[in-house]
């Protein structure tokens, strides 16, 4: 349930209500601030919990407002899959001889857990909280995304150093500043380079160039694009049914994969039906 603190219990519908009925019961709640602290029964969304974890600070140009990103880290990363790995968790230990409970899943602290690395990053020093001035924020000329000739863009992540020089092969690199890949004062002097580097080509051009190599470059694409992408076609990632382009479910298990049901429907799809089971007055929904 996701309701806010309290509403389940005022329903007579709360975990002590129903662990009652059924000892062995897993009671998922997923909110955005958790059942208790002082934010815990307002109102928010992803853009509130990620800013409060540190996050979306990070985020974005330096000197810049920290761009509003799509709602995945809050909302689906910290939030849908921490009660999914709870819920599973939880029914785990009943199967092996534990009782039933409830698994708090707050967006807020799902969150801060998949910031853990960041925040390793800034104990040991190797971590600058000005943007783009680290390794992983795009302070670095070999992992950045760049605006290529069409105006199209062309991600580039080419970490380590075997990786790195297939990508200053490719781009046709032999400028021997490049040659200190780790040497952070270079980085913004390099990457003024890269970027003119980049613009000679379209990003379809580029993407012809370093398909199928180790440069770790890869365009980026539209979400019309992505599908028609050859390597996404040839694993299936995408699946057309019933007329509408929807990603594939994942993971893939060897021996009980899952399969698309039905299509998004549109609120209201179901109204009908639903009235009917429940004996309810179509008006209510009006």
């Known amino acids: 349930e996701g309701f806010r603190p309290g509403v389940m219990e005022r329903l007579g519908l709360g975990p002590e209500d129903c662990l009652a009925m059924n000892k062995n019961l897993v009671y998922g709640r997923m909110t955005g601030w958790g059942q208790e602290g002082p934010l815990a029964k307002t109102a928010g969304h992803d853009i509130n919990y990620i800013a409060l974890?540190?996050?979306?600070?990070?985020?974005?140009?330096?000197?810049?407002?920290?761009?509003?990103?799509?709602?995945?880290?809050?909302?689906?990363?910290?939030?849908?899959?921490?009660?999914?790995?709870?819920?599973?968790?939880?029914?785990?230990?009943?199967?092996?001889?534990?009782?039933?409970?409830v698994v708090d899943a707050a967006m807020v602290d799902g969150a801060s857990v998949l910031m853990s690395m960041f925040y390793a990053f800034k104990a040991s020093g190797y971590w600058k909280e000005e943007r783009e001035s680290n390794m992983l924020d795009g302070g670095a000329h070999f992992y950045d995304t760049y605006k290529c000739k069409d105006g199209k863009f062309l991600s580039v992540g080419a970490i380590?150093?075997?990786?790195?020089?297939?990508?200053?092969?490719?781009?046709?690199?032999?400028?021997?500043?490049?040659?200190?890949?780790?040497n952070r004062e270079k980085w913004p002097e390099l990457k003024v380079i890269m970027k003119e580097k980049i613009k000679l080509k379209s990003r379809d051009e580029w993407a012809e160039i370093f398909d199928g190599t180790d440069a770790c470059v890869a365009p980026v694409l539209t979400l019309s694009e992505a599908p028609e992408h050859h390597h996404m076609?040839?694993?299936?990632?995408?699946i057309e049914f019933?007329?509408?382009?929807?990603?594939?479910?994942?993971?893939?298990?060897?021996?009980?994969?899952?399969?698309?049901?039905?299509?998004?429907?549109?609120?209201?799809?179901?109204?009908?039906?639903?009235?009917?089971?429940?004996?309810?007055?179509?008006?209510?929904?009006?």
């Open 53 to 101: 974890t540190g996050a979306l600070e990070a985020m974005g140009r330096k000197g810049e407002t920290p761009p509003p990103p799509l709602n995945l880290v809050g909302d689906f990363g910290g939030g849908g899959m921490f009660l999914a790995l709870g819920i599973v968790s939880a029914l785990l230990n009943i199967k092996n001889g534990g009782k039933g409970q």
């Open 160 to 182: 380590e150093p075997q990786f790195y020089s297939v990508l200053l092969e490719k781009l046709e690199i032999s400028d021997p500043d490049f040659q200190e890949q780790m």
């Open 233 to 238: 076609k040839a694993r299936k990632s995408f």
């Open 242 to 286: 019933e007329g509408i382009m929807q990603p594939a479910p994942a993971p893939r298990f060897s021996e009980s994969n899952a399969k698309i049901r039905h299509t998004p429907v549109k609120a209201g799809h179901n109204n009908d039906e639903i009235c009917k089971k429940f004996d309810l007055d179509r008006s209510c929904f009006s």
